[in-house]
C-alpha cells in the first residue's frame, strides 16, 4: 500500500496539497514492519520468499520516497542476512513458486554485487580495514550464466562486480600500508587488473538467454537487452580502468567504454511489455562521471528522458549531481578522492546503487512505465508518422540516400537484398592517399536522393520503393596500419555479408561498396567467387590494375607489398577469381611502365577486352561504347562491375588520388551505366573519391553518388520485373 501511494504520487505529478503522502506511506511502512517482525519470529510455514519480497518492498518504498539517507540498507543487510541464515535450509514453506524464487534470488544478487561494487556495505572503517571486502562476500558464481531479463545483465557479472571492489580495497590498502608484507605489490595488483580486464571483454557481447525467455523475447527486444548487458560490462571496465589501474579520465580506454555505453542507451527506448529502458541508470551515471566534450550533454538528455518517463525524483537527482561533477573534477582524480571532494559524496554513492535498485521494482513482467488504461491508437501513430517521419534532403543522419542504417555485420538478422557497405581504405595507394574519408563523402553526395523523390525517368519506376529491402550498413572497420590484417578484414566483412539469404528469398544479395582505394576489389572478388566462381569483371578506370606488383620501381619488395591498388586485378587473375576472356577495361588513358607494350602483353594474358578513352569518338558515343561492352561480356554470367572515379576527367573530378587528363564526362560515364542494365551485376564500387583533393561543390562526391544511383536502379531493375512502369517521356518536376 506504501508503495502504491508513492506511485500514484510519481503518475499522476503529485498529491493534493491538503494530503500528507510522508505520513501516510511511514503509517504503511511501519505496519508491514510490524507484521515482517512477527513473521521472522515464527518458527514454522513461513516463506522465506515472503518475508524477502516484503523487504524488498520496504527497501524500494525508502527509494522511491527520494529520502536521501541511508535506511533503505538497513533492508537490503536484513535481506542479506536473511538468505545467509536459510540459504542451506530447505524451505518451510512448499507453496513457494520457483519462477518466483528465481525472481528474488536474482534481485537480491544484483543488489549484494552492485553494494560491493560501488558502497562499503555501511561496515565501519574498523571493520572494512580487519576483514577486506573479500572475507565478507559470498561467493554467488551461477553454473549456468546467462543473461537475466530481470536486472538486464549477466549472471556473471555479479562476480566480477564482487572482484572489482576487493582488488580495489586491496590497491587503497597498498597505498595506505605498501610497506607491510602482507599487502600486495603494485605488480601484483596490475596482473590482477589485467586478468579483470581481459576477462571482461572477453566476454562482452557473448551472453546468453535461458531458453525459457527466448520463447517471450521479440528479436528487437532482444536485441535491447543484449544493448543493455554491453552496457554492465563497459561500467566494470570504467571501475577497473579507473579504480584499480587509476587511469585518468581522459584515458582513451575509458573514454571507448563511456562513449560504447552512450551508443547502446541510444538504443534502447521505453516499450510495453520487457523493457531493458529502466535499467539503464547505473551504467548512464557511470559513463556520467567521467563523460567529457558533448557525451556529458547525451548523458543529461538519456537521463531526463528517463525521468519524463518514468517519474522517479531521484534521476532528477543524479543530473544535478553530475553537473556538479563536471564543474569541479580534474582529470587525474582518481575515483575516490573525486567523490571525497564532493560535498554529497557519501550521497552520490546512495544515488548510484538506489537508482540501480529503482529499476528493479518495475516488476517482472513490465520494466518501463507504460499507461495500459490508454494505449497508443494506431490512428495516433499514424499521425506522428505524418507529421515527423519525413526529411528534408539537408536533414537526418547521414546515411547514403537517407536509406534505413544498420552495423550489418554485428546484426545477422538483419536482412536485405541490396547493401551499402563502405570500406575506409587507403594505405594501398601509390600516390595520393585520402580515399579513405570517400564513404563519408558519396553519403553525403547523396543527400538530395530520398525515397519520396528516389523516381529514375530513365528506368520507370523507383528503385527505393520498389521490391528490393536497400540497407546502409555502415563501414567495415578496416585496420589502417597493417594492410595484411585489413585484406582479411575485409574478405571477411564481404563473404559474411554476401552469403546472408536475402530479404526477399528471389537471390543472394547484392553489396555496393563505397571506397576506399580501388583494392578492396580482390577481397570483393574473394568473396563473391566463394558464390559464383570466376565472374566477369567491368571495370570503369583510366588505369590498368592489372600491373605485375614486380613493375612498380623499388629494389625493396615484400609479399604485403604486392597488395595495392595497381595490382589487384593480376593477383584476382592468377588466384582463378575473374573469368578471362569475358571482362573489359573502359577509359583507359594511362601511361605504361618501359619502353613498349609489356603492360598490355600482361593485360592481353588476364583475359581483359581495352576500351580507350578516346575509343568513345569512334565507335558511336556512350551507346556504342555500351554495346560493345554488352556484347563481350554477355548477360547471363554474374559481373562485378567496378568503377574508379578517376574515369572521369580531373576538370569535372579532381577529388582522386591518381588523377589523368582526358577522360571522360560524368554525362558520358552515367549514359554508359545506364546501358549496360542489362548485365548480370551481382556486386559493385565506386572507389578512390579523396574529398581533400574536391572541389568547393563536392563535385566528385557527386558523380560518385550518382554512379551508385544507377548501378542501384539496374541491380533492381534485373533483379526483378516491375509490376508497373511509367513511360520514361513523361515530363518530370525539377525539385525546386
Known amino acids: 500500500m506504501a508503495l ?32 515482517l517482525r512477527y513473521e521472522l519470529q515464527t518458527k514454522e510455514g513461513v516463506s522465506k520468499y515472503a518475508l524477502l519480497t516484503t523487504i524488498r518492498t520496504l527497501c524500494v518504498c525508502e527509494i522511491h520516497s527520494g529520502r536521501a539517507d541511508r535506511s533503505w540498507r538497513v533492508h537490503v543487510e536484513g535481506a542479506i542476512a536473511l538468505l545467509g541464515t536459510t540459504r542451506a535450509m530447505p524451505d518451510t514453506n512448499p507453496a513457494d513458486d520457483g519462477e518466483s524464487q528465481w525472481l528474488v534470488d536474482s534481485w537480491y544478487a544484483s543488489i549484494e554485487s552492485l553494494m560491493a561494487l560501488t558502497t562499503r556495505r555501511g561496515l565501519s572503517r574498523a571493520q572494512i580495514d580487519q576483514l577486506g571486502p573479500r572475507e565478507l562476500m559470498r561467493e554467488t558464481k551461477a553454473e549456468n550464466r546467462y543473461l537475466d531479463i530481470y536486472t538486464a545483465y549477466s549472471t556473471d557479472l555479479n562476480d566480477s562486480f564482487k572482484e572489482i571492489r576487493a582488488v580495489v580495497w586491496e590497491r587503497q590498502q597498498m597505498d595506505s600500508n605498501g610497506d607491510r608484507a602482507d599487502v600486495l605489490s603494485k605488480r601484483d595488483l596490475d596482473e590482477k587488473a589485467d586478468r579483470l580486464e581481459n576477462s571482461i571483454r572477453s566476454r562482452t557481447g557473448n551472453s546468453e538467454f535461458r531458453p525459457n525467455d527466448l520463447q517471450v523475447l521479440s528479436q528487437h527486444e532482444a536485441r535491447q537487452f543484449e544493448a543493455c548487458d554491453e552496457t554492465y560490462y563497459h561500467t566494470a571496465l570504467i571501475h577497473i580502468l579507473r579504480r584499480v589501474r587509476q587511469l585518468p579520465t581522459s584515458d582513451l580506454r575509458v573514454q571507448a567504454s563511456v562513449k560504447r555505453i552512450i551508443e547502446c542507451c541510444l538504443k534502447i527506448s521505453p516499450a510495453d511489455g520487457l523493457s531493458p529502458w529502466v535499467m539503464l541508470t547505473t ?61 554529497t559524496s557519501k550521497f552520490v554513492r546512495y544515488l548510484a546503487l538506489s537508482f540501480y535498485l529503482v529499476t528493479l521494482t518495475a516488476g517482472h513482467g513490465q520494466h518501463a512505465f507504460v499507461d495500459q488504461e490508454q494505449p497508443v491508437s494506431e490512428d495516433r501513430l499514424a499521425e506522428l508518422e505524418r507529421q515527423w517521419n519525413d526529411e528534408w534532403a539537408f536533414s537526418g543522419i547521414s546515411t547514403f540516400a537517407h536509406l534505413p542504417h544498420s552495423k550489418c555485420l554485428v546484426h545477422p538478422e538483419d536482412l536485405y537484398d541490396i547493401a551499402i557497405i563502405g570500406s575506409p581504405f587507403d594505405t594501398a595507394v601509390s600516390y595520393r592517399p585520402g580515399a579513405r574519408f570517400g564513404p563519408r563523402a558519396i553519403r553525403a553526395a547523396s543527400a538530395r536522393q530520398t525515397a519520396n523523390r528516389g523516381f529514375n525517368p530513365r528506368a520507370g519506376f523507383n528503385p527505393y520503393t520498389s521490391w528490393a529491402t536497400i540497407r546502409d550498413c555502415g563501414d567495415i572497420p578496416v585496420n589502417p596500419f597493417d594492410n595484411g590484417l585489413a585484406l582479411r578484414q575485409m574478405t571477411e566483412a564481404f563473404a559474411e555479408l554476401a552469403h546472408r539469404p536475402s530479404k526477399s528469398g528471389m537471390q543472394k544479395p547484392r553489396l555496393i561498396t563505397l571506397g576506399g582505394d580501388h583494392s578492396l576489389a580482390l577481397p570483393a572478388l574473394r568473396a563473391l567467387n566463394q558464390l559464383y566462381g570466376p565472374v566477369a569483371v567491368l571495370h570503369f578506370d583510366a588505369h590498368l590494375d592489372t600491373w605485375h606488383p614486380a613493375k612498380y620501381p623499388s629494389a ?63 565507335i558511336g558515343g556512350p551507346v556504342g561504347v555500351a554495346k560493345l561492352i554488352v556484347e563481350k561480356i554477355g548477360t547471363e554470367i554474374p ?50 573519391v579523396a574529398p581533400a583533393y574536391d572541389g568547393r561543390g563536392e563535385q566528385t562526391a557527386l558523380v560518385a553518388a550518382q554512379v551508385v544511383y544507377e548501378i542501384l536502379t539496374s541491380m533492381v531493375k534485373r533483379g526483378q520485373p516491375v509490376a508497373k512502369v511509367t513511360s520514361s517521356k513523361k515530363e518530370v518536376k525539377s525539385e525546386l
Not at 558533448?294 to 532528477?316: A, C, P, T, W
Not at 560515364?669 to 551485376?681: C, E, F, Y
Open 4 to 35: 502504491s501511494a508513492l506511485h500514484r504520487s510519481t503518475l499522476i505529478g503529485g498529491m493534493p496539497t491538503n494530503f500528507d503522502l510522508d505520513a501516510l506511506v511511514s503509517s504503511f511502512m511501519a505496519s508491514s514492519l510490524r507484521n
Open 283 to 343: 551504467p548512464l551515471f557511470t559513463a556520467g562521471c567521467e563523460a567529457l566534450g558533448e557525451d556529458r550533454e547525451i548523458v543529461r538528455q538519456l537521463l531526463k528522458s528517463m525521468y519524463d518517463s518514468l517519474g522517479i525524483r531521484n534521476i532528477q537527482r543524479s543530473i544535478r549531481i553530475l553537473e556538479m561533477s563536471w564543474e569541479s573534477k580534474e582529470d587525474n582524480d582518481d575515483w575516490e578522492s573525486f567523490l571525497d571532494k564532493m560535498v
Open 556 to 618: 625493396w619488395s615484400s609479399e604485403q607489398s604486392h597488395f595495392n591498388h595497381g595490382s589487384m586485378y593480376w593477383i584476382a587473375s592468377n588466384e582463378g577469381l575473374i573469368a578471362n576472356g569475358s571482362s573489359v577495361h573502359a577509359g583507359l588513358r594511362t601511361r605504361l611502365s618501359g619502353d613498349g607494350w609489356e603492360d598490355y602483353d600482361d593485360d592481353d594474358r588476364q583475359g581483359f577486352f581495352r576500351i580507350s578513352a578516346d575509343d568513345i569518338d569512334d
Open 639 to 688: 559481373v562485378y562491375l567496378s568503377v574508379d572515379i578517376d574515369v572521369v576527367d580531373p576538370g569535372l573530378a579532381p577529388g582522386t588520388g591518381t588523377p589523368e587528363p582526358g577522360g571522360w564526362t560524368s554525362r558520358e560515364l552515367i549514359r554508359i551505366l545506364r546501358s549496360v542494365d542489362g548485365l548480370n551485376v551481382v556486386g559493385a564500387d565506386i572507389v578512390e
